[in-house]
């Protein structure tokens, strides 16, 4: 099997949100299968999750899926902070 990357790239205007998102996600990159690569990584106002294997891309998908699921996690509970933080 040749090698699938995927990246996936979040960007803002608010690089606090870009830092806030690096710092919630980068302590899960833990116990992760030898076959995957995970990177994040942050530039600017930009932030990168890449995931890529040569063999397993069901665990590729699940990987992605997870880490999309904390990144939105994030972004809500940003929004509703900031909603907060607006009212008050």
Not at 17 to 32: E, M, Q, S
Not at 42 to 60: H, P, Q
Not at 72 to 77: F, P, R, S, Y
């Amino acid at each position: 099997m040749e090698k699938v990357e995927v990246k996936i790239l979040v960007k803002t205007e608010d690089p606090k949100i870009v830092d806030t998102l690096f710092k919630a996600i980068k302590p899960d990159n833990v116990n992760i299968p030898e076959e995957i690569s995970l990177e994040f990584y942050r530039e600017n106002n930009e932030l990168t999750f890449a995931v890529s294997t040569e063999k397993d891309i069901e665990t590729l998908i699940s990987t992605l899926r997870e880490g999309l699921d904390y990144i939105g996690l994030c972004l809500q509970v940003l929004m509703v902070n900031g909603d907060e933080e607006n009212t008050n």
